[in-house]
């Protein structure tokens, strides 16, 4: 394989010393040693059915007449990829935890494709326990949910859910001309908007960033405690995660002794993939900045008022005019002033927030019963904060990242989401 890397690619190979753009992920299993996860890999992913659609994972990054290809590494070999653990010692969560966030702060090594997975085969609760690092230049998060059904012992044909076959028709050309015409005639305000906001300045955004990383999660959520305030207030479960949002960032402002602001901007990735395109691995989405209300007014009225500018955005084409702007700045200027424009304009935000829909029913790999997804989503700019929202199994959960320069405890944080599911459960 040896082709351009896309401008939708290229824009997530803009690491800083402060951010590196790479996910972070656990996931713990039934026993699974290194072995049985190297052969369930080069089965299902490189050998399996589709497995065209991973070949990306084979390859490295070339830079080549100033412009970056993928690749086919001729050394790939699984085992530089799945590996034990850098730290053989790692038993308990909280071992874990604090590793987590140290190798997030570690670069992926260059020249070989850049993804790897630790495992780690003793964990406590006679578990195992899988740390998975890929770059974010590989693929998105739609991406990366699909190649874990494609690793799961369940015979699933797409990561999305949907049967082989039943890819809707695409628009007509017409359809295709319009759509082109609002986001050209969108696109000049949105970015002049963008470009005269004041970034949000309170506690969890504004400090200079140390680079330096540090992880924490929520203990699991029944989804069921989400939908029942779903179907209460007329809303979506993500409006009712994102409401969640806005009031534990409040909650944990005022434990530092700070007024919540009125609002906060947060950068939310939204996938602009159709839906009669087949998930392949990639970045189709774009990150949107979405003003949520502080936590000050009742939970049911913020809810709504987070419905109300969610089905704006939805009726509008910004995510679009967003992801064509993006690509724009990567393939007209040259990487640093792109790269600076794009901070630029992402350091509005006080953090990235993004929610995952994982597998709804139980999963396995290697024959080993999975019993629980995390993940955290990498931050740009002077960001510290990332919030990343996974459901599996009828369960949600929260991972939260921050820079110790904003904050060297992210339980501080966590502890404020769980407060916030309490309050859920006991919402009128």
């Not at 969640?244 to 947060?266: D, Q, T």
């Not at 989503?377 to 996974?390: E, M, W, Y």
Request: glycine share 8%; aromatic share 6%; net charge positive.
């Amino acid at each position: 394989m040896f082709e351009r890397i896309a401008s939708n690619d290229v824009i997530w190979l803009q690491d800083s010393p402060a951010n590196l753009m790479v996910i972070n992920a656990v996931v713990v299993t039934e026993p699974l040693g290194v072995e049985t996860l190297r052969d369930a890999f080069q089965r299902k992913i490189f050998e399996g059915e589709g497995r065209e659609r991973f070949e990306r994972l084979r390859c490295r990054i070339a830079p080549k007449g100033g412009r970056l290809f993928w690749e086919s590494d001729p050394d790939f070999d699984l085992s530089r990829h799945i590996v034990p653990a850098r730290d053989p010692s790692l038993r308990t969560l909280a071992e874990v935890q604090a590793y987590v966030g140290v190798e997030a702060s570690r670069k992926l090594p260059r020249g070989r494709p850049r993804w790897e997975i630790q495992v780690i085969e003793a964990f406590e609760g006679g578990a195992s326990a899988l740390l998975i690092r890929i770059h974010h230049s590989i693929a998105d998060g739609m991406a990366l949910v699909s190649l874990m059904f494609a690793l799961m012992d369940e015979d699933w044909h797409r990561g999305d859910g949907v049967a082989r076959g039943s890819l809707p028709a695409g628009p007509s050309r017409g359809q295709r001309l319009l759509r082109a015409l609002l986001i050209a005639a969108s696109a000049p305000g949105v970015l002049l908007r963008r470009l005269f906001w004041v970034p949000d300045r309170q506690g969890l955004h504004g400090p200079s960033l140390s680079g330096e990383k540090r992880v924490a999660w929520t203990e699991p959520l029944d989804l069921a405690v989400i939908k029942g305030a779903k179907e209460r207030t007329g809303a979506t479960v993500n409006d009712v995660l994102m409401a969640s949002v806005s009031g534990a960032f409040s909650r944990y402002l005022g434990l530092r002794g700070e007024k919540a602001p009125p609002h906060f901007r947060v950068s939310m990735p939204v996938n602009v993939r159709p839906p009669w395109d087949p998930l392949v691995l990639e970045n189709r989405f774009a990150a949107v900045p979405l003003t949520l209300p502080a936590g000050g007014r009742e939970f049911p009225q913020r809810i709504l008022a987070v419905k109300a500018r969610m089905d704006e955005l939805k009726r509008s084409v910004a995510p679009l005019v967003v992801y064509v702007l993006q690509r724009l700045l990567v393939t007209l200027l040259p990487g640093k002033p792109s790269c600076g424009l794009i901070d630029f304009l992402a350091n509005k935000c006080t953090a990235v927030v993004t929610n995952v829909p994982g597998p709804q029913r139980e999963i396995s790999i290697g024959g080993s019963r999975v019993r629980s997804l995390l993940f955290w989503v990498p931050q740009r700019a002077r960001i510290g904060v990332g919030i990343s929202i996974l459901s599996f199994a009828g369960k949600v959960q929260v991972g939260v990242m921050t820079d110790t320069a904003i904050e060297a405890d992210p339980e501080r944080l966590v502890q404020c989401f769980e407060e916030e599911f309490q309050a859920l459960k006991t919402l009128p």
